[in-house]
């Protein structure tokens, strides 16, 4: 009997439980029994789950119980120019996807902001944050709680940084509904996504919340951070990072490449994106933001379950026109603005091997110099594939071809 399958056999007997697999062989050997024992139990095959790349170790941080991997097809995108505050010059864009024509789309408009001279992103706000909730007895308390947060944001910003090297508590927002009170921190956390850093520091700064006033702590998370939730506090306030990209498109280009008008293509987004989105009540006014964040999310090792708040962005469409001119000859502005983007190039999935090469790719893996300048440039590669994602399906819907182009890739 193999190694895996003698611990196999001493989970099936009760012996030992799978998460304590890990004490008593490798990784890789404790993936193997994982592996085996649910072979026994049901009618799945795992060869293609155990045909994993790296050694399991690498992943201890990032999963439990592992039996293996999941493998989703990558490709790239572009390159495609940025003109960012970070990011600058052209870049391939990682995609990891199982989603067939979602590449090609992404790659029509890379190739269509190109012939317009390349997309121009912009960093707006950046800030991780965490919203603990408080009990008071009633609304004097809060009133109080709120005024001392005001006097003492430099305490907890003090208290907050014993935590951490790289975070800083940047303010510290109050709401109040009847006796509870929601604090919500905001932290730099450079080139970090940094959900954990902002949960420590956080932490660390109730406790002198709780020590110097009549609050009590409910919870870590009061729900109003907001974090892996439609929220209409991250679409107004931000979270991560918020980031804008946009692009003049020379009508010529929108022709002759997207075979369709800038007229119909602005008229197609307010109706669709805008008015449609209002009319569904939707967070999100644009097309299939969501698509090009999931893939780039998955591809670097990100918190794939963000996409979320990531999705949570407006597309704008308008024709440009001299002012001189009032015929149709103006040029396509095309613009998305993705409110709570939260991505970081350190830490988590990223050290994973295929997402640190898919980093790589970008050229933003690890600590940027400046701190934080890593993660701006990876906000703003994510908004220019957004637009060139949002660009082409707008106009493969407003000139009808939609459909044909699935038919074609045999989608």
Request: proline share 3%; hydrophobic share 45%.
């Amino acid at each position: 009997m193999t190694d895996a399958a003698a611990l196999a056999a001493r989970v099936r007997e009760g012996e030992l439980r799978l998460h304590e697999l890990d004490d008593h062989a490798d990784p890789d050997v404790a993936a193997a029994a994982r592996r085996h024992l649910v072979e026994s139990e049901t009618d799945a095959s795992l060869d293609a789950v155990g045909n994993y790349g790296f050694p399991a170790a690498a992943a201890e941080p990032n999963v439990e119980n592992m039996i293996g991997a999941v493998q989703v097809p990558l490709g790239v995108a572009g390159p495609v120019a940025v003109d960012g505050g970070a990011a600058d010059g052209e870049a391939f864009l990682p995609l990891a996807t199982t989603e067939g024509a979602l590449l090609a789309s992404v790659n029509r408009g890379c190739s269509v902001l190109n012939a317009a001279g390349g997309a121009t992103a912009r960093i707006i706000k950046s800030g991780m944050t965490r919203a603990p909730v408080f009990r008071v007895a009633d609304v004097v308390e809060a009133e109080a709680l709120v005024e001392w947060v005001r006097d003492n944001v430099d305490r907890l910003r003090a208290a907050a940084a014993e935590t951490t090297n790289h975070g800083e508590l940047l303010d510290v927002t109050p709401y109040v509904v009847g006796n509870s009170v929601y604090l919500r921190f905001r932290y730099d956390t450079k080139d970090a996504m940094g959900m954990n850093m902002a949960t420590i520091a956080t932490e660390a700064a109730c406790d002198v919340v709780e020590a110097e006033t009549e609050a009590s702590l409910v919870a870590l998370s009061g729900n109003l951070c907001t974090d892996k939730k439609p929220a209409a506090i991250n679409a107004v306030e931000g979270r991560g990072r918020s980031v804008t990209a946009d692009v003049t498109v020379p009508r010529e280009v929108v022709e002759d490449r997207l075979h369709t008008t800038p007229e119909a293509i602005a008229e197609l987004n307010t109706r669709k994106n805008l008015i449609g989105s209002a009319k569904a009540g939707s967070l999100g006014f644009n097309a299939h933001v969501a698509n090009v964040v999931a893939a780039m999310f998955l591809a670097t090792g990100q918190d794939e379950a963000q996409v979320v708040e990531g999705a949570n962005a407006i597309t704008t469409a308008e024709v440009r026109r001299a002012e001189a001119s009032a015929g149709s000859d103006g040029d396509l502005y095309v613009s998305v603005s993705l409110s709570s983007l939260e991505v970081g190039t350190v830490g988590g999935g990223t050290k994973l091997p295929t997402q640190a090469e898919a980093l790589d790719v970008l050229g933003i893996r690890g600590g940027g110099d400046p701190p934080g300048s890593n993660a701006d440039a990876f906000a703003e590669y994510i908004a220019a594939g957004a637009l060139a994602g949002e660009l082409s399906l707008l106009s493969a819907l407003a000139s009808q071809h939609l459909s044909s182009a699935h038919a074609e890739l045999g989608r």
